[in-house]
């Protein structure tokens, strides 16, 4: 009785010493204390220069041009998801010809600029225009959006090969062995097995993908095609009031928030079984 009545009553925690204030974070006060000054002169530059008239005459222009580029970057994905697969099958390949192929393919459209390859495209394919009329193409590449489509979804394929070759072969040997165990066919255990575990480790760089390619289709404005960077140059070229590219860059952002919300709420319906 004696050693419990001696015993010391529990104790609050000691308080925890304060940070030195470092340089690091003087500097990040500051950088901090600067983009909240950039956007508050921002948010107050917008509502003092409101003008309704600008807003009711090139709001609908501003939503077409969003849905050309909804448009364009959902088919393009789409176009390069399906062309992604034989590339990274061919990366994967055994046979150093088709591997050797793909893989050239891959670091060409990873390693140059998109612009460039856009204008590849746009203006170098028009450099052979009785050629294409022979062939019967020429209908498909004198039309802006048709190329900038090519271009797009020829750059989307190459990083999508790429994603799509590192989480197959991220997929642990083990899984492809028990299928084998089980005499599984090799394409059923592919398709019920390594894909779908391929697939969650690949759905944040596909999300990540898609948003590049959300904020670099801007780029087709230079070529004619009135998405809504092209509606935002037009605006402004009628205004000169920067406020036209503010908007722009405001549903940009609620374009590349949107889906990021939504691939996030996708994973986290895909990968429910791996949280306890």
């Not at 000691?14 to 909240?36: C, D, H, N």
């Not at 008239?53 to 709001?59: D, H, I, Q, S």
């Not at 979804?153 to 997929?171: C, D, K, M």
């Amino acid at each position: 009785m004696s050693a419990v009545a001696t015993m010391i009553p529990p104790q609050a925690p000691p308080p925890v010493p304060p940070k030195p204030y470092t340089l690091t974070r003087f500097v990040g006060s500051v950088a901090l204390g600067i983009w909240l000054a950039l956007g508050v002169g921002i948010f107050l530059t917008v509502v003092g220069g409101w003008d309704p008239e600008k807003f009711a005459k090139y709001g609908p222009r501003f939503l077409s041009g969003l849905g050309v580029t909804l448009m364009l970057v959902s088919i393009s994905i789409v176009f390069g998801a399906i062309l992604s697969l034989p590339i990274a099958f061919a990366r994967m390949s055994k046979n150093k010809f088709w591997s050797w192929l793909a893989y050239c393919y891959v670091y060409f459209f990873r390693g140059t600029p998109l612009l460039a390859q856009l204008f590849l495209i746009y203006y170098g394919l028009g450099s052979f225009r009785p050629q294409l009329e022979t062939v019967g193409l020429w209908w498909f590449f004198r039309d802006a959006w048709n190329c900038a489509l090519f271009a797009f979804t020829l750059n989307t394929a190459a990083y999508q090969a790429e994603i799509l070759r590192g989480a197959i072969e991220s997929v642990p040997r083990g899984q492809r062995e028990g299928a084998a165990a089980l005499g599984l066919p090799e394409r059923v255990s592919f398709f019920k097995i390594i894909l779908p575990q391929a697939m969650i480790v690949a759905l944040r760089p596909y999300g990540n993908e898609i948003i590049l390619m959300i904020k670099g289709s801007a780029i087709v404005a230079i070529v004619t095609v009135f998405d809504l960077m092209g509606e935002t140059r037009y605006a402004f070229s009628r205004t000169f009031d920067f406020q036209m590219y503010i908007w722009a860059a405001i549903l940009y952002l609620i374009m590349v928030e949107i889906l990021r919300n939504i691939w996030s709420l996708l994973e986290a319906r895909l990968t429910r079984h791996l949280k306890r």
